[in-house]
């Protein structure tokens, strides 16, 4: 099966909850003409090239962090339906998430944008902890302290909204 067909459903999912589905749209094709481009740079010998895809896309959003930042705003504000999903199960579920949507999307921006992505890859795509460090060319450790200081980073601002939740989100990550 083409590398394509192969990873472009989860890249795009991924890369829609992120930045919406239309900026996605240009990053996923951008991320597969750059690896096409780049070919001859991957590894042959790793199993899967989705932390590799991944790497390319994550350079990608970096052009996006200002816009992904006011995004996550504005989500703190006014919610987002997530509409990634085509099918019915888990609909309960999604559907107690977006009553702690804004909270959620609070917490996500005021993470700093690697802890932010080592996160949303972890939690969005179920990458190890070894994929996510590919894809960052980052050292595992470093995917361990980021994902452990964005859990905690998390918590604090979902237990803040629990306690008060009429509160105004206050980020202090930087984008």
């Known amino acids: 099966m083409p590398l394509v067909d ?3 459903r989860v890249l795009f999912g991924y890369l829609a909850r992120r930045v919406g589905r239309d900026l996605a749209e240009d990053i996923t094709s951008e991320t597969f003409t750059r690896a096409f481009a780049q070919r001859r740079r ?3 010998e790793r199993d899967d090239a989705r932390p ?5 896309a994550t350079n990608l959003l970096r ?5 992904e930042v006011r995004q996550l705003r504005a989500y703190t504000r006014h919610g987002v339906e997530d509409r990634t999903f085509d099918d019915h199960a888990g609909s309960d579920a999604r559907l ?13 921006a005021a993470l700093k944008a690697g802890d932010r992505e080592a996160l949303l890859m972890f939690a969005w795509n179920d990458m190890s902890y070894e994929d996510i460090a590919l894809a960052l060319d980052i050292p595992v450790g470093t995917v361990r302290s980021r994902l452990n200081r964005a859990r905690r980073i998390v918590q604090e601002h979902l237990a803040a ?11 202090h990550g930087r984008p």
């Open 63 to 67: 052009n996006n962090a200002r816009s």
């Open 161 to 171: 909204a629990d306690a008060d939740p009429d509160r105004e989100e206050a980020t």
């Open 6 to 8: 192969r990873h472009r």
């Open 42 to 44: 991957f590894d042959q």
């Open 52 to 56: 590799w895809l991944f790497g390319i």
């Open 96 to 108: 107690d998430a977006v009553s702690q949507t804004p909270a959620l999307a609070a917490a996500l």
